[in-house]
């Protein structure tokens, strides 16, 4: 009978979702690190992705005892894995911070697991940087999407929506988890409930808050009749909560029909933000606020897509640019 070396293609012992062994980190995420339910349900993904894959890898059915023997070549197997399988490096690079999460986990609770995790590094092709329109697109998409529906408040409510990603940096579940109770607040400040259930406060515009009251005027869900802290400010057409696919497909419309560039999705728009405030001068401090960044890093990427814009447009009009 052949010997089953660890790596060989076999079948795991029985399908298994793993919550026994995952329930206290769950539990964890959720009421200590205070995550979001979508943000837990993804790192509950990743690492059943990689538990599942470890149980085929070691032919073996996985349990706490399994952890501690694992080395540097097993959890290389489970990126290479994942890349035959057609995973993106982001996607695959964020399931390795999910299992090094809970590898931490663990280890605080006394588990005796492998630290060969922390020695993973993945090999990058370099950042992608974010993609911001120019201001003259911009001010394109604010200005005809009210006219692209047929509905005057479904209009109303697309151009309320983009001011909100663009004036005030707000990612669109940002956006679409706001409360009518704002509505009610004559407030020059907007408070948001970002990743992480983490609290901001951005500045609300006079072209923003005219955009939330010109459809608050015209919406026919608005009810003044139930708590407004619990009532969603954006509804579709039917009367539920607006879903951010379809303004994603809104946007698409728009972007065909007026020759906007491919990248002009909601996130974009929050991009822009950025990228328009700090070429305008704003301080990356304040930028960072703003936008609810943990890291000044991940801010930092804007002040390199300002740098291109600059050198390109100095590569195209500088006339020592040729010299």
């Not at 492998?114 to 092709?125: G, P, Y």
Request: charged share 20%.
């Amino acid at each position: 009978m052949p010997v089953r070396q660890r790596g060989d293609a076999v079948a795991p012992p029985e399908v298994a979702d793993f919550t026994t062994l995952l329930a206290p980190w769950a539990t964890h995420l959720a009421s200590i690190r205070r995550y979001s339910a979508h943000t837990v349900s993804g790192y509950l993904a990743d690492a059943r992705e990689f538990l599942s894959f470890l149980q085929a890898h070691l032919g073996e059915e996985i349990g706490l005892e399994n952890l501690k023997p694992l080395t540097l070549s097993d959890y290389r197997a489970w990126v290479a894995a994942r890349a035959r399988q057609g995973f993106s490096p982001p996607s695959t690079a964020r399931a390795v911070s999910a299992v090094r999460a809970l590898h931490r986990f663990w280890q605080r609770q006394g588990v005796a697991t492998s630290t060969a995790i922390f020695e993973l590094s993945l090999r990058q092709k370099g950042r992608q940087l974010p993609k911001a329109l120019h201001v003259t697109e911009t001010r394109e998409a604010l200005g005809q999407i009210a006219a692209w529906q047929p509905e005057e408040w479904v209009g109303l409510r697309d151009k309320a929506i983009l001011l909100l990603l663009y004036g005030c940096g707000l990612r669109i579940s940002e956006a679409l988890g706001l409360r009518q109770a704002i509505l009610a607040q004559n407030s020059d400040e907007l408070r948001v409930l970002g990743k992480g259930n983490k609290e901001r406060v951005v500045p609300l515009l006079p072209a923003v808050r005219g955009a939330l009251r010109a459809y608050a005027d015209t919406c026919p869900y608005l009810s003044t009749s139930k708590p407004l802290a619990s009532q969603p400010v954006f509804f579709g057409a039917r009367g539920k909560p607006l879903q951010p696919a379809i303004f994603q497909r809104q946007l698409q419309s728009l972007r065909q029909a007026f020759d906007l560039p491919d990248f002009t999705t909601p996130h974009a728009f929050r991009h822009s933000f950025a990228t328009h405030l700090l070429g305008a001068g704003a301080s990356l401090r304040d930028v960072q606020e703003l936008l609810g960044h943990a890291s000044l890093s991940t801010t930092q990427r804007y002040t390199h897509l300002d740098t291109e814009r600059l050198l390109s447009a100095y590569a195209t009009a500088h006339p020592k640019a040729e010299e």
